[in-house]
């Protein structure tokens, strides 16, 4: 059980740090004001291969009933820049947020 702190708590009886205990995502929170980069997406290059937005750990790469990615998240998008290190095209390019 996890125990707030105050005066009378121990440090024992903390919940220790680091544990996470239920799921979470940007989908929960909205992280993208976190970033100091942003992906940008460049459609003409794109060739739909699918391998960016499996990478993504926030899922901010919606991909459509068609299959076809469409353009970022940007609620979610922390710009880790996985995305464009995957795309083998150059069809995402980090830039200054």
Known sequence: ????????????????????YTAGNAKEFKTGSWRSVKPKYISEKCTQCGLCFPVCPDDAI??????KREDFDYDACKGCGVCAK???FKAIEMVEN
């Open 1 to 20: 059980m996890d125990k707030k702190i105050d005066s009378k708590i121990t440090w024992q009886e903390i919940t220790p740090g680091g544990n996470i």
């Open 62 to 67: 919606p991909v459509n009933k068609e299959q």
């Open 86 to 88: 995957v795309c083998p």
